[in-house]
């Protein structure tokens, strides 16, 4: 069971339209919410008249972040940990928005009535009095000198300064240095548009509250809230129905969240909000947003010796509960690649702007940290005429166990076999033959090569549980949660292996905050190989209850008791039981051994805090017309190591989606604002591209399994490397077929106009197609 490929079973729902979202669940009767949201990036408060809005039909009650403040609700708390040279400044970030408003699109206040259309009209006529302030909304920008003040506590706008890495060493590298090659870069900041907005349903009992929410994790939240309205961790109830994707951006706790909670307990009905498309792009999260220098100390064989980066990190207006971790503890987990770097120093300046905060988005720190080493390393083999396979594979880390100069400890990685089977999967030897078709027509082809490191884990420890129900199922309760990875198929493969029961046996419970006692949600790539971990000390623990209980009905010794495909067996003298009467013996106290509870229930709890190291090596080829700038992805082969692979088609599904995330921030996707106003210019996706079905190739993934040892089953996260391995695979490939017109620098995303300036700009003669 395990390692063969299963169509997933939640498919079915999904498709035939039984899917149960957020939107599908709002109750009868319950009152309908609008968030009234700035139009200004940065102005103060100076008064806000809510009057005419709640005499209007329909209207139940306007809050505004005043009547928050006279209930002693709380700041949204940021529960990131960095270990910063200084103090994390973490200004006070209110559901609704006391005194100024920091970002377009803050909320200001909410409006309830019992009807949307009536909330929208009675949002419509609350006056409020803005003074615009100067805004600034990049973070170089907002770094210099004399650019416009957004907390009095942040001088500068200076959220943090972070450093990893030795200073000494890796100067002492670039000191022995025979080339040094430097790039500025740029990683894009981008928006994840997951299919289902964010949204939920608050109600208040008169005791307890209970949330209704499109998330990726319930406890996390539980605990914020907890913090926000100063009430113990029980008094929320928190549940997530099917989640129509999360990327990252439905992990954190929202001032949707608070303020929805807060009505519902005012007015004692439920609550909903269910978010607009395009109110998302201003209301919810944005990510990646990473630019700066960076560099790399070669030897004059072409070896690695020192690589430094020094960059600038938009936080936003806020620090979002994990905003100020991706930039700083994950770019240091994967900063050098795949490469035996010895020096590395990493220096990070977070930056205050007038924009909505950012946050993790698929990868978290490691797209950008992976982008920013294989861009250098493209540039070092461009610089020293080195084929850029061979640079790669002379400086890839061949012998394990390897700690990295960041301090990672890596148990495996086939870093040099990924790299040989894509090069026999490319056809190179064909490249210039392509090549010449393409220019005969007038086209500009390029071929691009890179590599990728993960470093997966997410939040460390999870729980599972295994629960014997009277009907028959099995309940598989984890603190882990699918929001579009298949874990109603993979879980149970795994639970169905280790037992010998049908997979159609088991049934998943998740995201219920009553309903399992622990857990850590999904974000981090970490649900098979943290919760896989957890369910696998469970199933061990049911086959222990189970063999104890064999061994006393068969009276013989439990270590004389073998077990395997669901049948316990003595082969002394070839008695058995099935795994299936013990369940129904286990039940009957008669049959049990004394001091042997009733059930074969179990439940663990895994501590661990290993990371897994998947990693792989991409290629991608590109046309561009020289006329138009346009791109078109022709080609893309990734062969990829995620250890042992429990369902390969879904793995290759996650793979495929990640990659066409990472492709859409290469070519099309970039969040923008107006650097004077501070106007969201990207407010829609009338203004933001996504890839579309025929922006893409066929994705073809190859596999190479090099099983960790860091968990028993031998896994590793897959749900954020496509995301991680394709933008710098594009980009080199535009690049490649830029260079022949003069064109290095170009940054993300390669859209058409941007190449079509930067060919312009070189001022080299277009290629004329023949014939």
Known sequence: MIGESRRRVEDARFLTGEGRYVADLVPAGALHAVLLRSPHAHARLRGLDAAAARGMPGVALVLTG????????GPLPCPAVVQTIGPLIIPERHALARGAVRHVGEPVAIVVAESLAAARDA?????????????????????????????????????????????????????????????????????????????????????????????????????????????????????????????????????????????????????????????????????RDLQGTARLALDAEGRFLALQARLAADTGAYCSAHGPACPTNSVSTA???????????????????NSLPV?????????????????????????????????????????????SATGMLMDTGRFQANLADLEALLDREGFAARRAESAARGRLRGLGIACFLETSRGAPQEWAALRFARDGM?????????????????????????????????????????????????????????????????????????????????QVAPDSVEFAEGCFTVPANGQALTLEALIEASHDPADLPEGMPPGLDA????????????????????????????????????????????????????????????????????????PESGQLLSASFMDYALPRAADLPDLAIAFGEEPTRSNPLGVKGVGQAGAIGAPQTVMHAVLDALRPLGVTGLQMPATPEAVWRAIRAAGRALPQPRG
């Open 66 to 73: 005043e009547d928050l403040a006279a209930e002693g609700i």
């Open 123 to 287: 949002a419509e006529a609350i006056e409020v009095d803005y003074a615009p302030l100067p805004a600034v909304v990049d973070s170089r920008a907002a770094l210099a000198a004399g650019a416009p003040q957004i907390w009095p506590e942040a001088p500068g706008n200076r959220a943090f300064r972070f450093e990893r890495g030795d200073r000494a060493a890796t100067e002492a590298g670039f000191a022995a240095a025979a080339r040094i090659v430097e790039l500025d870069l740029v990683n894009n900041r981008v928006h994840a548009a997951p299919i289902e907005p964010r949204g939920a349903v608050a109600a208040w009992d008169g005791a307890r509250f209970e949330l209704l929410l499109a998330g990726m994790g319930v406890h996390g939240l539980r605990r914020q809230l907890a913090t926000v309205f100063g009430l113990p961790e029980p008094a929320f109830h928190l549940r997530c129905p099917d989640v129509g994707g999360g990327f990252g951006l439905k992990n954190f706790l929202f001032p949707e969240h608070v303020a929805l909670l807060a009505a519902a307990r005012r007015l004692g009905r439920p609550v909903a909000w269910i978010g607009a498309p395009s109110e998302e792009f201003q209301g919810a999260v944005h990510g």
């Open 335 to 353: 900063i050098g690649g795949i490469y035996a770097i010895p020096a590395i120093l990493l220096e990070v300046e977070g930056a205050f702007t």
């Open 359 to 403: 946050d993790a988005y698929r990868g978290a720190g490691k797209p950008e940290a992976n982008y920013l080493t294989e861009r250098l390393v493209e540039a070092a083999a461009r610089a020293t005429s080195l084929d850029p396979v061979a640079i790669r594979r002379r400086n890839a880390i061949a012998a394990f166990p390897y700690r």
């Open 474 to 554: 099995v309940d598989i309760v984890i603190g882990t949660q699918s929001n579009g990875q298949g874990h109603e198929t993979s879980f149970p493969q795994i639970a169905a292996a280790w037992l010998g029961l049908e997979e159609s046996r088991f049934r998943l419970v998740q995201a219920d905050s009553d309903a399992v006692a622990f857990g850590n949600g999904h974000g981090g790539a970490r649900s098979l190989h943290v919760g896989g971990t957890a369910l696998v000390m469970a199933l061990e623990q049911v086959i222990a209850k189970a063999r104890r209980l064999a061994a006393h009905l068969l």
């Open 603 to 674: 439940e663990a709890k895994n501590l661990s805090e290993l990371v897994t190291f998947p990693s792989g090596a991409h290629a991608a080829e590109v046309e561009i017309d020289p006329e138009t700038g346009a791109v078109a992805l022709l080609r893309y082969q990734a062969v990829d190591d995620y250890g042992c692979l429990v369902n390969p088609m879904l793995t290759a599904g996650q793979v495929q989606g990640g990659l066409a995330q990472g492709i859409g921030q290469a070519l099309q996707e970039r969040i923008a604002y107006d």
